[in-house]
Nanobody
């Protein structure tokens, strides 16, 4: 079992920045690929990006590429989502998730990010 807790959400003006954190506990964090997802009001949950467990290579959705950065600190069992140049359309609940295979098995409860125009 892996427990995930997101933090760092809040209200920010358009153009601003936030850094989300996802703290993991339970099994060895470094064994898991990590992903960030978001769900805007009335919309489905979509992937924002992910970071591999082996070499820390990250991938991003086109909508956030160049603005968001995912990183991880295995010593702290934490994955981060640095969000810059935020837009109102980035408003959503952000979730982190962990996977040991092709499926994300474990999910946090989410943290709300609101970007005002």
């Amino acid at each position: 079992q892996v427990q995930l807790v997101e933090s760092g959400g809040g209200l920010v003006q358009a153009g601003g920045s936030l850094r989300l954190s996802c703290a993991a506990s339970g099994r060895t964090f470094s064994l898991y690929g990590m992903g960030w997802f978001r769900q805007a009001p009335g919309k489905e949950r979509v992937i924002v990006g992910s970071i591999r467990r082996s070499d820390n290579i990250a991938y991003y959705a086109d909508s956030v590429k160049g603005r968001f950065t995912i990183s991880r600190d295995n010593a702290k069992n934490t994955v981060y989502l640095q969000m810059n140049s935020l837009k109102p359309e980035d408003t959503a609940v952000y979730y982190c998730a962990a996977r040991s295979s092709s499926v994300y098995d474990y999910w946090g409860k989410g943290t709300l990010v609101t970007v005002s125009s």
